[in-house]
């Protein structure tokens, strides 16, 4: 099932049974690809879908923090929980080892010998992490890699 499919079926389960939090947020998410779709006047494919669902998680993840260090408890706690249910459309998850299973084999891959080439690493590592690892964590085993 496509993931806009299924993004779609969510939202008329979370109607169902009347989970407001969970609609809002699937609304967000269906919100912000419609947005993009219509800005570049295209339909987006799944990948582009999880690019535009991880950039949610990763503003929801600031807006957390700040909330947090604020003190905002409850405005925490919310942003969390959407953070979960966005979740639960990526993909799953890759492993510390996994991911640095596929930085060596990038490495290896594009020949990278220093810092010079972390931009070769990276463009062979975006499309393989997108959605599965945070890519700033990612950016910094590159760099200590190639040091």
């Known amino acids: 099932m496509a993931l806009i499919d299924q993004l779609k079926e969510e939202q008329k389960i979370a109607m169902r049974a009347k989970d407001k939090q969970r609609l809002g947020t699937i609304r967000l998410a269906l919100s912000a690809i419609k947005q993009r779709e219509v800005d570049e006047k295209i339909t987006l494919s799944d990948d582009d879908i999880v690019a535009v669902l991880t950039k949610m998680v990763k503003q929801r993840r600031d807006s957390f923090a700040q909330y947090e260090s604020a003190g905002r408890e409850e405005l925490a706690a919310a942003e969390k929980a959407e953070i979960t249910i966005l979740e639960d459309f990526m993909p799953q998850a890759l492993t510390e080892d996994e991911v640095s299973a596929l930085i060596d084999n990038a490495i290896t891959e ?38």
């Open 110 to 147: 594009s020949s990278a010998s220093g810092m010079q080439d972390m931009g070769k690493v990276m463009a062979l590592l975006k499309p393989q992490l997108q959605g599965r690892a945070d890519m700033g964590k990612v950016s910094g085993l590159v760099k200590t890699k190639l040091a």
